[in-house]
C-alpha cells in the first residue's frame, strides 16, 4: 500500500456468471482480486486507503444469509471478513451505495480500473458525480482516476518465496498429469479421455483444476495452436502434443509435452521434435538476470531456425532466414510469456524507455518454442506435414540464473519412449 502514495483503490471481484439458464459457471475470483485479498467469493469489493487512520482496508462482501447458504454454499459474511480475511471494516455488498462514495471522499487519486465491469463504472461514475456536484459543501472527491495495474501488475511480476513454493505446487502436480497421460496414450484412446485424466489429476491431487483449457491434440491437430476440441480417435502413428498446467491457489502451471501414441517416435517426428528441443534447453540456458525478456526469444529462435535448414524445411542462410521471417510459416508464436495468477500473466515487457524488459530474480516466464507443419503444406517435405511439436516449460529467475519449476517432466526422446 505504501507504493501507492496515499488515495485510495478500489477492487472488485465479479458476479457469478450464467452458463446457461439457472447453471452457472464455477466461479473463479478476479485475480487482481484474489491477489490482494484471498477472498475466493463472488460479489465483492475491496476498498484501500494507505493514509487512514483505522480502516485502511474495507471489504464490502455477500452478507450472511440461511436460507441462500442452504442452497449455494457458505458465505463469510461481514463478520468473517473482519475477523478470517483481515478487513479493517466490512459492510454488506448491498451497501455499496451508501457507504463507498464516503470512503472515497477526500482521498486523493483514486486507483481503479475501468472498462472490465460496466456496471460498475457506471455506479462508480454517478457516485464521483455528485461528489463533484457537492464541492460548494466542502466535498472533495478523487482528484484523478489512475489505473491500478501499473503498481499492481508490477508487484504481480516479481513473485515472493510463497508464491514461487505454490507454483512448483502446481508443477509437480502437472508433472503427476503429463506423466500418466504419457503411459495411457494409446492407439484408438480418444482425445478426450487424456483430457479427463489429465484434468481428473489436477483435481485428485488437490489442484484447482487446470489453468486453462487443457489442449489435448493428436495427429495434425497438434499444429492448430489453441485446439481444445479433443473429440478425436487417436491414430497408431500420431503424436499427441499436450498442453496442460495445473492451477492451485489460482496460480498456474502452463507446461507442453508431445509424444507419441505408438511405442516410438517415427524418423521424422523425431527430427522436429529435436530441432525443438534443442531451441527450447538453450533458450532456458539464456534465463538469468541482467538478460532481457525479448533475447531469450531471439536466442531460441536462432537455434530453431538452424534446425530448421538442417531438416530441410528451410532453405538459404540462417542470416536470410531471420530477417525474411519465413520461418513464421511454421513458428508463428513468441517463445515466452510471463506466468503467474494468469497464464499469460500481468506485467509489461518493456522497460519505461521502451527497450526491452530486463529479466530480474522473482519473475516467471515460459520458454516454449515450437514447430508445426500444416497439413496441406506442399512446400514442406511430405515425410514433416501434420506433425505439431511444442515444449514448454516454466522458468523462475533466481539471483544467480534460473530454476526450471517444471524439470521433472520427461522431456528428452528417451526418456518419453521409456514411458510409453
Ligand atoms: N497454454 C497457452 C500457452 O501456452 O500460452
Ligand atoms: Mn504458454
Ligand atoms: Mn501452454
Keep these: ?17 450464467v452458463r446457461n439458464r439457472d447453471v452457472h459457471y464455477p466461479f473463479r475470483p478476479d485475480s487482481d482480486f484474489w ?17 487512514h487512520d483505522e480502516a485502511r482496508y474495507v471489504l464490502f462482501v455477500r452478507p450472511k444469509d440461511p436460507e441462500m447458504e442452504t442452497w449455494h454454499g457458505r458465505r463469510a459474511g461481514v463478520e468473517g471478513a473482519v475477523e478470517r480475511f483481515g478487513a479493517d471494516a466490512a459492510y454488506s455488498i448491498d451497501e455499496l451505495d451508501e457507504h463507498l462514495p464516503d470512503l472515497l471522499k477526500g482521498q486523493g487519486r483514486l486507483h481503479y480500473r475501468t472498462g472490465d465491469d460496466a456496471d460498475f463504472d457506471r455506479k462508480l ?41 505454490i507454483m512448483r505446487r502446481a508443477a509437480r502436480i502437472t508433472e503427476q498429469a503429463h506423466r500418466a497421460a504419457m503411459s495411457h496414450l494409446r492407439p484408438g484412446i480418444h482425445e478426450y479421455e487424456i483430457e479427463a485424466l489429465v484434468d481428473g489429476t489436477f483435481r485428485r491431487e488437490g489442484g484447482w483444476g487446470p489453468g486453462y483449457p487443457s489442449i489435448c491434440a493428436a495427429g495434425a491437430n497438434a499444429t492448430v495452436l489453441h485446439y481444445t476440441t479433443n473429440a478425436e480417435q487417436v491414430r497408431p502413428r500420431d503424436l499427441m ?10 496460480y498456474t502451471a502452463d ?52 534446425g530448421m535448414l538442417d531438416i530441410g ?20 508464436h513468441r517463445t515466452s510469456h510471463w506466468l503467474g495468477l494468469d497464464v499469460h500473466d500481468v506485467g509489461s515487457y518493456y522497460d519505461d524507455d521502451q527497450s526491452s524488459r530486463v529479466l530480474e530474480p522473482g519473475m516467471v516466464l515460459t520458454i516454449e518454442p515450437g514447430l508445426y507443419v500444416a497439413e496441406d503444406d506442399e512446400q514442406a517435405p511430405e515425410a514433416f506435414r501434420g506433425i505439431g511439436i511444442r515444449i514448454e516449460d516454466d522458468v523462475a529467475v533466481t539471483p544467480d540464473g534460473h530454476e526450471v ?16
Design 1 to 17: 500500500m505504501t507504493a501507492m502514495n496515499g488515495g485510495a483503490a478500489v477492487f472488485c471481484t465479479g458476479p457469478e456468471k
Design 35 to 51: 491477489y490482494l485479498t484471498g477472498f475466493d467469493e463472488p460479489d465483492a469489493v475491496a476498498v484501500l486507503r494507505p493514509d
Design 125 to 165: 461514475l454517478g457516485w464521483l458525480q455528485r461528489m463533484y456536484s457537492r464541492t460548494r459543501d466542502g466535498v472533495t472527491g478523487p482528484t484523478g482516476i489512475v489505473e491500478p495495474g501499473t503498481l499492481l501488475h508490477e508487484m504481480r511480476l516479481v513473485k515472493d518465496a510463497e508464491e514461487l513454493e
Design 241 to 250: 502434443l499436450l498442453d496442460a498446467g495445473c492451477e492451485i491457489d489460482g
Design 255 to 306: 507446461v507442453t509435452r508431445c509424444f507419441p501414441a505408438s511405442e516410438r517416435f517415427t524418423p521424422a517426428q523425431a527430427d522436429l521434435y529435436r530441432v525443438v528441443l534443442a531451441s527450447e534447453i538453450h533458450a532456458i540456458e539464456h534465463v538469468r538476470p541482467g538478460h532481457t525478456f525479448h533475447s531469450v526469444h531471439d536466442e531460441a529462435l536462432r537455434v530453431l531456425v538452424e
Design 313 to 332: 524445411l528451410l532453405s538459404g542462410s540462417v542470416e536470410e532466414n531471420l530477417e525474411s521471417k519465413d520461418y513464421r510459416r511454421y513458428y508463428m
Design 405 to 420: 519449476l517444471t524439470a521433472g517432466i520427461p522431456k528428452t526422446i528417451e526418456e518419453i519412449e521409456a514411458l510409453g
